[in-house]
């Protein structure tokens, strides 16, 4: 029914008006239509314009609350605490969003997406973000997925994760992954692989992988093909083990004796042959005496030589027997002095005074002959000299001849390459002689001068005597050798 509107004329009683019982009836028509709409039938009302409401709103006691004295708003309470208050219980949905906040346990719940939601727990703080199913949680930035955790529990930062299987769980970053479970207290790092029933390839290209157990850690370089998801076999390139031990090529260590077997945190160091019966190097300090033994040794067999070599030639080795063989090159001392020590070696009665042989030198000199008095000038037809001194001890070879000289007193060779010593005199040996006048029925001999550089040449009776000194001769030949102390 449409409203009755009564006419109530231009001007008291100028006939123009609704007549009076028609004006009832339209009353009664408009109050019927409104009774209808707000009677006990529970009808809504229409409101087509604004409406105003002073003081409290509540609909359906808790359904929906406006308290007017504290400005709130609840939505399944009647007494709301904060601006808005929405309570309620766990719901059924399929897509768009809700919340739920219930006072029993702090709880507030948000919902998005097919069964996604933001939660916050009112006991510890705590904020979540979970997924309603076995789907992905994606996060991003500038519209760009950044990073992406799956169903599983991979995170992948960068790109999708890998799939694993067992318990391992993996965080991916491109190609880089580091992979653990709760169950193993391990943990692996990986280059290029991924373990999923195998280790696979993630793309093309070399892997390698670092694996950290209780006490131990392990490195591992690709054998595979190289190809992405295809099987990526490892071979175990090295171990640092819980003794302290680093061991190439395999994961543990065999029993090598005490240099090997005690390597606990003393820094010991092994290189040693993969091979049953091969050899192996161990560097150990000897804490009690200072020092650091290098050890030779071999698993079964003979102990082998240390061998040095420089660009893939052998120079020296030292043998199992004890023996410095020098196969390429010479000893040098480079610090005057030094030489090989023998103090280790004694024998006979005498007293040692010192034991290192620290010389050994050749050479050559240039003999002359002069006289005690006057040294004088010769000419010389051969004027040779050779030595050798090893220690402390100088060989001279001597050939020399003169057909002239100046010199007078007695006869001397001068011109020794080293000083003889100032308290041993030492003989030197006349191979030859020529043209050197005598005494009658005399043989010539000769020593070395003490703290000089000449021979002393002297004669002697043939039937024995007093020996006496030769006299400088103006023309001779000698050929004569002399070992002496300096």
Known sequence: MSKQTI??????????????????????????EL???????????????????????????????VDSTNNRVGIGTATP?????????????????????????????????????????????????????????????????????????????GVVPKTTSGVYRTIQNNNAVMMGAASDPGAYWNANCVYNTIWRYIINGRSSRYEQGPGTHAWFYDSGTQ?????????????????????????????????????????NFAVQNAAAAGTYIAIKPDVANQNVNINIDARTGAVPDLRFLFSTVEKFRMTAGGNLNVQNGNVVMTTSGKGIDFSAVTGGTGTATANVLNDYEEGTFTPTVGGSTTAGVGVYTTQTGRYTKVGRLVTVEIYIGWSAHTGTGNLRILGLPFTVNATNYSAATIGIINNIALSASNTAYAFNEINSTFINIVQSPVGGGSFTDVPMDVAGLFVISSTYSV
């Not at 001007?11 to 339209?26: A, C, E, K, V």
């Not at 009774?35 to 929906?64: F, H, K, Q, R």
Request: glycine residues 16%; hydrophobic residues 30%; contains cysteine.
């Open 227 to 267: 190809t992405a998801d295809a099987n990526c076999s490892f071979v175990q390139a090295m171990t640092l083990d819980a003794s302290g031990r680093l061991i190439r090529g395999g994961s543990t260590a065999d029993t090598l004796g005490t240099d090997v077997a005690t390597m606990v945190n003393i820094g």
């Open 7 to 32: 006419n109530i004329g231009a001007s008291p009683n100028d006939g123009t008006g609704t007549p009076l019982r028609t004006s009832f009836d339209y009353c009664n028509q408009n109050f019927t």
């Open 35 to 65: 009774y209808t709409a707000t009677g006990p039938s529970g009808n809504n009302i229409v409101v087509p314009g604004n409406a105003t409401i002073t003081g409290d709103l509540t609909v359906d006691t808790s359904t929906l609350k």
């Open 81 to 157: 605490n904060n601006t808005l208050t929405i309570n309620g219980t766990a719901a059924t949905w399929t897509k768009g969003a809700y919340i739920i906040y219930s006072d029993a346990g702090s709880t507030y719940i948000g919902g998005l997406g097919n069964g996604g939601n933001i939660f916050g727990s009112g006991t510890d703080n705590d904020i979540g973000i979970t997924t309603g199913g076995a789907t992905n949680l994606r996060l991003g930035t500038n519209n760009t997925e950044r990073m992406r955790i799956d169903s599983s529990g991979n995170v992948g930062v």
